[in-house]
């Protein structure tokens, strides 16, 4: 299960020429960053498993409460970026970035593969809401998957623009609903990221496969 009930999900390319510096960034800088604001518990960032995938990352941040991510903490950052928070974003490409609710989470823990699924719904919020979580108890269950979460972003939250995303080009438009799945193996995913494909309130999906490179856990001097 993910570790509260809201999260920060962003996809994002990188250029050849800020890759090293983004590493570097995103390991010393960043996540100990964003996992220091009181109700931010755990971030990871995982990296494409083939070139269908694309972008080629994708970060998680699992926070207590959804109004974590809307609150004073978070904006306070958002506001005041760093100079190497600014010279690395101006190298990202294709960047989706959402403020989620999580509307079901199940499963034992964190798997070291993940698909994501960004996806439109054919139904209202509460009607997709209610199959969409059925959807993901029942993969839930599925062989070597460890865990299926159903999130839908915020709209409002997400298109708050911040000092942080002044003057950046490399937005593409915000994920609406996604589920994220998790297993132990790349192959563990096929069937369950078919099964939602296959769901009939699911449209216009966009499917990633991804590896685990990285965790940051809330407490200071764990980087994992």
Request: overall charge negative; hydrophobic content about 35%; aromatic content about 8%.
């Amino acid at each position: 299960m993910l570790c509260g009930s809201g999260v920060v999900a962003i996809w994002n390319g990188i250029s050849e020429e800020g890759r090293l510096d983004f590493y570097q960034w995103h390991i010393h800088e960043h996540m100990p960053e964003r996992t220091g604001i009181p109700g931010f518990l755990r971030g990871r960032r995982y990296r494409a498993v083939d070139r269908k995938t694309h972008p080629e990352f994708f970060t998680l941040y699992e926070v207590e409460q959804f109004d974590v991510i809307t609150g004073e903490e978070y904006a306070k950052r958002l506001s005041a970026p760093t100079p190497w928070t600014r010279r690395v974003t101006s190298h990202f490409l294709n960047t989706s970035r959402g403020l989620a609710h999580v509307l079901s989470s199940e499963g034992p823990g964190p798997g070291g593969v993940l698909a994501t699924v960004r996806f439109q719904s054919a139904a209202t919020d509460q009607q997709a809401a209610g199959e969409l979580s059925a959807l993901v108890s029942s993969i839930a269950q599925f062989p070597l998957v460890t865990g299926a979460h159903l999130c839908k972003a915020d709209e409002e939250a997400t298109q708050v623009r911040t000092a942080e995303s002044e003057g950046r080009t490399d937005y593409d438009g915000p994920p609406n609903w996604f589920i994220l799945i998790e297993g132990c193996t790349v192959e563990s995913l096929d069937v369950p990221v078919q099964t939602v494909l296959q769901h009939r309130l699911v449209r216009e999906p966009q499917v990633g496969h991804y590896l685990l490179q990285y965790t940051r856990l809330k407490t200071e001097t764990a980087a994992g």
